[in-house]
Nanobody, 119 residues
């Protein structure tokens, strides 16, 4: 089993910055992808950014140039630096870890952290 714990959410004014962090613990396969997803009220959960253990990143178009994802493989942590925040970035942000065990994909989620951007 894998456990994920997020921190760093909060309330910020538009144009401000926040940094989210997620720490993974448990039985972690070294080759994996970690990422951040968000869910706004009344909307489906959507991808924000992902990063593989090899460092390959992927971003939603809406956050490109504003958000930066990074990870520390030795510590099994992933971070999301969010700059130039907009009210539409408001939502619950979830950390996710995914790995393939040779038979199927395995997905683990954190409990989520609230990000609120006021206009």
């Amino acid at each position: 089993q894998v456990q994920l714990g997020e921190s760093g959410g909060g309330l910020v004014q538009a144009g401000g910055s926040l940094r989210l962090s997620c720490a993974a613990s448990g039985s972690i396969v070294s080759k994996n992808t970690m990422g951040w997803y968000r869910q706004a009220p009344g909307k489906q959960r959507e991808l924000v950014a992902t990063i593989s253990s090899g460092g390959t990143t992927d971003y939603a178009d809406s956050v490109k140039g504003r958000f930066t994802i990074s990870r520390d493989n030795a510590k099994n942590t992933v971070s999301l630096q969010m700059n130039s925040l907009k009210p539409e970035d408001t939502g619950v942000y979830y950390c996710k870890l995914r790995y393939y065990d040779g038979k199927s994909g395995n997905n683990y989620w954190g409990q989520g952290t609230q990000v609120t951007v006021s206009s």
